[in-house]
């Protein structure tokens, strides 16, 4: 009897420390991590999978809920003290015994953020500024759709005093403005007659809180300058000058909501050394609308006697087909239209199983490259034959033109002295 008991007791312990994880891994973080680690911690998740950010996604709501949850236990000593030794059962039972519950996930949101427990501008809050920014994606990636990210430097809340730009999170009410940040001040105009001015507090610097010890990060402003990573979605057949909307990520501070963040999509130049990896012709298609351009140069043989293919790699590396059977003259600057070779057809829902993809045209323009020079044989072969043709059934342009056969002799007139 005495095995089974200790190996039921050894059982239970396992199952505990395997509970007593779970929190630790939801939030990216080990078990000896700090208040802060915690604070920021839930900060970069609550973000992320806040409901408002991920419209009509159950699975990030889901997250929401467990993080808030997972930020709770762990943030307050007590019930992290009692989470570490007896999991999620110790926090149970603590419920039960009249311990503190769960909150709404987006009342703890809010205490945390400030702005009502969503993102966007609240009644009464004050909004900061929306931010412009344009990127530069290559053509295939218009084409095809593409993942990708993009860094920006941008204001954020100093992570490390958490925005209070004190060290020890000391923050005393300013004495010389009482806190308003602004104080009144006299101006005498005339003898009697005096002027009552507001002017912002200079000992405060109009925040109406002075810190003794400054953070070492921020040197106290609160907030510092930081390159951020941001996810790009670029969809299948996207305009040119597409813009996309990151809600409440431009400069942050503690004294309002962040503005949000508009990209702009433009199209930038190829470049053989980056973005022509795989020898794909369609990178230097261009682009107008949903219809691509393409220049093909034949030499004078092709265009005058046909008989040549050309196959082009497209942007997705499928191939098409150009070409003409032999005694089919192509003229200098003729258009073809390839239909069906263009971009994609972008639609604003994306992707969906109810429609398919269309495309639009590719417009390939043909340029003839004549021969610098005429070896002395291959000259009186071909001066032989034009002749020959051109007394058979030649046309004469300067006849069919009507313009004066010979040099015309134009009057002289004498200047008037």
């Known amino acids: 009897m005495w095995l089974p008991s200790v190996s039921f007791v050894l059982l239970c312990i396992l199952q505990l420390a395997a509970c007593a994880e779970d929190f630790y891994k939801l939030l990216g973080i080990d078990k000896s991590a700090s208040e802060r ?7 970069t998740l609550s973000k992320k999978y806040h409901p408002d950010k991920n419209p009509n996604n159950e699975e990030a709501k889901q997250k929401f809920v467990e993080v808030a ?4 236990a762990l943030s307050d000593p007590e019930s992290r003290k009692i989470y570490d030794q007896y999991g999620h059962e110790g926090l149970k039972q603590r419920q039960q015994g009249g311990g503190q519950g769960h909150h709404d996930p987006f009342d703890l949101f809010s205490r945390f953020f400030g702005g009502g427990g969503h993102f966007g501008h609240q009644p009464g809050q004050r909004r900061g500024q929306d931010m412009e920014v344009r990127v530069g994606i290559p053509l295939r990636d218009f084409y095809n759709g ?4 993009f860094q920006l430097e941008k204001q954020q809340i100093c992570e490390e005093c958490e925005g209070s730009g004190s060290a020890d999170g000391q923050v005393d009410q300013c004495h010389s403005c009482g806190g308003h940040g602004v104080k009144i001040q006299k101006h005498m105009l005339a003898p009697g007659i005096f002027q009552q001015v507001q002017v912002s507090c200079d000992v405060c610097g109009g925040q109406g809180k002075t810190i003794k010890h400054k953070c070492a990060v921020c040197d106290g402003n609160r907030v ?3 390159v951020s990573t941001f996810q790009l979605n670029v969809e299948k057949g996207a305009p040119k000058g597409h813009r996309i909307r990151y809600e409440n990520d431009a400069d942050e501070s503690p004294d309002y909501v962040a503005g949000d963040l508009h990209v702009t999509l433009t199209e930038k130049d190829a470049r ?3 973005d022509n990896e795989g020898h794909v012709d369609g990178t230097f298609f261009r682009r107008k609308g949903d219809d691509l351009y393409w220049k093909e140069v034949l030499s004078l043989r092709e265009a005058w006697m046909g008989g ?5 790699t497209h942007l ?3 191939v098409v087909a150009l070409s003409r059977p032999r005694a089919e003259v192509v003229q200098p600057n003729l258009v073809e239209r390839v239909q069906g070779e263009g971009m994609p057809k972008w639609h604003e829902d994306g992707d969906s199983v109810y429609h398919t993809t269309e495309f639009g045209d590719l417009l390939v323009e043909y340029v003839i490259v004549l021969p610098d020079q005429l070896e002395k044989g291959m000259e009186k072969d071909f001066w032989a034959l034009w002749e020959k043709w051109r007394k058979k059934n030649g046309v004469d342009l300067q006849k069919d033109s009507g313009r004066p056969e ?6 002289q007139v004498k200047d008037e002295l």
């Open 146 to 149: 593409h993942k990708t990210e």
């Open 308 to 312: 040549w293919t050309r196959n082009l």
């Open 224 to 226: 510092v300058r930081k």
């Open 69 to 72: 949850e997972a930020y709770e």
């Open 37 to 43: 680690d915690i604070k920021r911690a839930y900060r």
């Open 316 to 318: 997705d590396g499928h």
């Open 406 to 411: 010979g040099p015309v002799q134009m009057p």
């Open 272 to 274: 053989i050394d980056e």
